[in-house]
Structure formats: C-alpha cells, structure tokens
C-alpha cells in the first residue's frame, strides 16, 4: 500500500526498494518523499542565499557597485519567495513526511499517491521562480508581499511568479490535507490526541492553517493577473480600485503565514528539549492548548503590518492591543521549555544547542515585535531595517535554527549514520555568532532611519552596512559547513546505535533501529509503556 515501488530485502534485513530514477519518480514512501523534500528544500536554500549574498555585497559601502536599482529589488523579492514557499516550508513538510508516520505508529502517509505528486508539483514552480530572472523585464522587483501598483505594471516575469505562487499553494494544501488525514485517522491504537508528541500537535495546526489561508492568497493573487491582463480594477487607483485593498487581503494570508513558518519549528524544539534534558515535556496541555490560540489569534493581527496606510484610530488601537495579546501564548511556550531544561539532567549536543539558540534569537525577535506592535513606533520605524532586523530574528532563528536542530536530532534515523560531533558545533556557534553580527545592527540603522529596498544610502549608515554584510558572508560560510557534514555524514558517518539520544522517548526512538526500515510498521504497534510515562 505505501509504494509503488517493488522492494527487496537487503543485507541488514530490512525492506529496502530497488534502485535507480523511477525509483524516486514513482515512489510513494513516506521516507523517500520526505527525504526529497528536505533535499529540495536544502538547494532553494543556497539558492535564495545566493541571491542575497549579492544584496549585501551591494550594501558594502555607499554608492552602486555591482547591481543596478532595478536588479537589487529583484534580487531582494526573489530572497524572500524562494526562502519562505521554496525552502523553509518545503523543509518542514519534508520533517513531517518523513517523521509523522514513525511517531504514529502510522504505516505511511494517509495518501500516498497524492503525496508524490504534492512533492513533484514543486520543480516546475521552482523553476517558473528563478527563470522570471530571464524574461523582458526580469524577475519582480515589489517585494515578497507582490503590492500593487508595482506588481500590475511589471512584465511577464511577474505572471510567471503568480503562477508559481498558485503551483507552491496547490502543493501546500495537498500536502497539508495528507498531515490532517494522517495525524486524525492513522495513530496506532492507544494513543490518543492528547498523547501525540508536540511535533505532531504543531504540524496538524499548520495544516489547518494552511488550508485556511492559502486560498485567500491565491484569490489576491488571481486578482492581481486579472487587473494586469483582463481590464479590472481590484487595486488599480485609475480604475476606482484601492491598493491597501490588496494589503489587507495579503496579510490576513500573511500574518498566519509567519505561523505556519514558527509552529513546526515549535514543535521540533519541543522534542529536542525534552530529549536532551532527560525530562518530559513541561506543561505538554498548556503548550497544545497556547499552539491552538496562537493560531486562532493570528487571523486577527494580520492589520499591525499596516498602520501607515490610514487606518482608523479605533482600528490601530484594536491591532496593536491584538498584537500584544499574542505574545501571551508564545510566552507560555518559552515557559515551559525552560521549565523543561530547569532541573534536567542536560548534555549540548547539537540539537540542544540549536534548540536553545533558537529560544534566545526567538525571544529577541519577539520583544522586537512588541516594540512594532506600538502603533506610534511603528510609524516611525515602518519600512526600516529595523522591520528586516525584526522579522529575520523571528523568521532566521525560528525557523532556520529548528531545521538545522531537527535535522542533527533525526539524521541517525534517517541514515543510520552519526554527523560529526565538532562540525556540528563549529555550524551552531559559526552561525548563531555571524546572525547576530548580520542581524543586531540593523536594529540601529532602522531606528537612524535608513529604509529598505535601497542599493544606495546615506554614508551615515556606512559602518553598521560593513558589519552587517561581513556577517552574512561567515553566516553563508557556516550553511556549508552544514552542507558538508550532512553529505559526508550520511555516507561515511559512524554507524549509529538503535537510540543514539537516550532521552529520546517518541515511537521513532523506542521501536525502530537507525536508520528505520523502509517500511517502519507494516502491523499497528503496541505502545510501550514508557512512552506513557512521558504524558
């Protein structure tokens, strides 16, 4: 039933498929699916890297040096799109195909077939992205958020990327409906709701959300082709449309858009942290009941983005309070993580130290937040590098740094295989002291006043744009590092033990070998009683 693909019995006695390129053409395996998306994921990686690599060559000094206006804006939407719809997303989906089943006791995704081809949908988006490079006009040069009027009047290469857009949500909802099926139908017997690991719990969230919100962007984005193509006037002024129209239909995509990045991520933290500290998870019904309010309260904020567009004084007023409030939920997860580590018995492996680098980083992006959700600083600070410093320390750090936590804590059962140790740390620390050398000063030009979206800028601003960038070139260094401890470790690795961590307590960790069988559960598992134990 889970693929397609005839499989074999290799010299370890595992089920293991036959070889070769109709293999990962055609296979439905939860195993192979996720590791493809965590490949995909890794290369749009490097590449929305590579794209800002150039923008903050550019940002060296004053003045242009490498790119024209034009190509700097392209080059810093396309950073964005590529980064959030084709590597950070694709990441997480690939931790849930690839893990899920294992933690449920589950024999595979609940549909398989629909599963490949939420996952084969991605190339042709991805390549519809980064050819708008090469079309009359290039790529768009409006931002990831696509506003009008900018977006109805650039050329063929912003068709293109509407497109992409449309491809990358219809992958999403498919993936997300497979997670909603898999996680409510497919538990192994005995194990109920409030028993599922948090990893679990925060991908069914995100998958709600993203049913959710998905269609309201791809209805704005419809909106947009037809006002560049078929004479309406949605958000075109010289047509009656309004703008801000478009603004508010994209940030209530938007702002739970920054959810459904954050939550995953929540959810791999709180199955690192409890591993590494020997330790259940502190208050697990408050960290499922705050991970449901955090979504709720995300479709009522999605306004804070736009407090300079004229709103009225009742509606900042109800944003900025809304704004607020959501920190309430965060906060209760900071909480018990550290609740969690408070009294443990912890060891810094790898995942720990990401886990633990992300809280930190997290925490600074979110006292951050709490400064832009004050109406009248916000104003000031609207469209600054202090919004960019914000959003990298909330998006970076709490995205990024999961990812790269989850996948040292998961390699062992996905390979078989140990990473090296010291690279690992020479990654954490390489990366976690060049993000705050790239990221902090911005802080300092946003409040100076220095605005985004500028290949040139005042030579007030010089020093910090010096540091900043060097920073980012050590912070680009360190992802190769990570590259190459995943690739050399996943072959030439030291063979690992059936349970490398031994606070690790899920399904995954208490009933496979590493790596875990092609086919993990081919009968419903009986839940060992040590895993209640953690409830």
Known sequence: ???????????????????????????????????????????????????????????????????RPDL??????????????AAVMPAFTGFANFNLPMMLGASDMAFARLNNWSFWLLIPAAILLVLSF???????ATGWTMYPPLSVQMGPGMDMVIFAVHILGISSILGSINIIVTILNMRAP?????????????????????????????????????????????????????????????????????????????????????????????????????TMAIAIQSFLVWAHHMFTVGMPAAGQLFFMYATMII????????????????????????????????????????FSGIVLANTPVDVQVHNTYYVIAHFHYVLVSGALFAIFGGSYFWFPKWFGRMYNEFWA???FWLSVISF????????????????????????????????????SFFFGFGQIIFFINMAYSAKCGRKSPACPWDGAKSLEWLLLDCPAEYHSFIEPPAIPEEYYEEF
């Open 190 to 290: 005995g194990m109920s709701m409030m028993q599922m690991p948090m990893f679990a719990w925060t991908m069914l969230v995100t998958a709600y959300l993203l049913v959710a919100v998905i269609p309201v962007l791809a209805g704005a984005v419809t909106m947009l082709l037809f006002d560049r193509h078929f004479g309406t006037s949605f958000f075109n002024a010289a047509g009656g449309g309004d703008p801000v129209l478009y603004q508010h239909i994209f940030w209530f995509f938007g702002h739970p858009e920054v959810y459904i990045i954050a939550l995953p991520a929540f959810g791999i933290v709180s199955q690192i942290i409890p591993a590494f500290s020997r330790k259940p998870l502190f208050g697990y019904k408050s960290m499922v009941v705050a």
């Open 436 to 471: 705050n050398v790239t990221f902090f000063p911005m802080h300092f030009l946003g409040l100076a006043g220095m605005p985004r979206h500028y290949p040139d800028y005042n030579p007030m601003f010089t020093d910090f744009n010096v540091v900043s960038s060097v920073g």
């Open 134 to 140: 090469f079309v009359h006009g290039g790529a768009p």
């Open 1 to 67: 039933m889970s693929s397609v693909v005839v499989s074999y019995t290799d010299s370890a006695g595992h089920h293991a498929p036959k070889g070769g390129i109709f293999r990962w053409l055609t296979t439905t395996n939860h195993k192979d699916i996720g590791l493809m998306y965590l490949i995909f994921a890794l290369i749009m990686f490097f590449v929305g890297g590579a794209f800002v690599m150039l923008v903050r060559y550019e940002l060296l000094s004053p003045g242009l040096r490498l790119l």
């Open 425 to 427: 740390k020479v990654h």
């Open 72 to 85: 700097y804006n392209q080059l810093v939407t396309m950073h964005g799109l590529v980064m959030i719809f």
């Open 327 to 366: 920190a309430v939920p965060t906060g209760v997860k900071v909480f018990n993580w550290i609740m969690t580590m408070w009294g443990g018995s912890l060891t810094f492996e790898a995942p720990m130290l990401f886990a633990i680098g992300f809280i930190g980083l997290f925490v600074i992006g979110g």
